[in-house]
């Protein structure tokens, strides 16, 4: 029997080496080609109306191709959620601490409509889009995402330890206020329902500012009120709600 001497196995290993890598390459450039076409498609065409074939031929594959990709419609979303939300969240663990307490608060959550204005198509798939799958459930699945609503409600429990806030503050339901405020304002700006961005801009300062003012003069909650935990989260598809 021949025995292949130790150099021509050691070319071989490579050689199947290299082509895994090439394979791999190709995956991955196939893969990401698909998300940046089902990305347009959604946001262009609304989600309801795409269909596995429609994101296919914009990429030049038959239907069935792209099933050993991605197994549903919905499963191309929830890639680009979570690659949507990992934007946001690397945007929060580059930013320094703010100054104080309060300004630490206003930066967080210019740093949410940022993302709006940096990443018009993730944010509208995500926030603006009625038909997209119901995400709030899901997310629990991802740390990093319940990390950044914990992030939200540590600001605001410093602004109260320092003694911006009022001791009295639900803590979920006023980062809550705020986040809705700065979501209304963005998807303005991303549905160009504003006469122009600087006027965003300039609506959103005047959100916070409000709000926080707000927050500082508020009384105390009767106890016939709900509590944010009472809120319902399924109407949104944020898991900042």
Do not use: W
Request: glycine letters at 6%; a neutral charge; one cysteine or more.
């Amino acid at each position: 029997m021949f025995n292949p001497a130790p150099s021509d196995q050691s070319g071989a290993a490579e050689f199947a080496g290299g082509r895994s890598a090439r394979q791999q390459r190709y995956r991955d450039a196939t893969r990401r080609a698909i998300l940046d076409a089902a990305l347009q498609l959604f946001v262009v065409d609304g989600y309801a109306t795409v269909s596995m074939r429609s994101i296919a031929s914009r990429v030049g594959y038959t239907a069935g191709a792209i099933y050993s990709y991605f197994s549903s419609k919905d499963e191309i979303f929830f890639a680009l959620a979570d690659e949507g939300f990992r934007l946001q969240v690397a945007r929060e663990q580059a930013a320094p601490p703010g100054a104080s307490a309060i300004e630490d608060l206003k930066a967080g959550y210019r740093r949410l409509y940022a993302f709006s204005v940096e990443q018009p198509q993730y944010f509208a798939l995500l926030f603006l889009d009625r038909h997209v799958p119901r995400i709030t459930r899901e997310y629990e699945t991802f740390a990093f995402q319940r990390e950044l609503r914990a992030q939200m409600f540590r600001r605001m429990e410093r602004c109260i330890a320092e003694g911006e806030l009022p001791a009295h503050l639900d803590v979920a339901l006023a980062s809550r206020l705020l986040f809705v405020s700065v979501m209304g304002i963005a998807s303005l700006r991303v549905s160009n329902r504003l006469p122009s961005p600087e006027e965003a801009d300039l609506l959103l300062d005047h959100a916070i500012e409000v709000g926080i003012a707000g927050l500082r003069t508020a009384e105390p909650r009767r106890a016939t009120e709900p509590t944010a935990s009472g809120i319902s989260d399924s109407s949104s598809s944020s898991c900042h709600s």
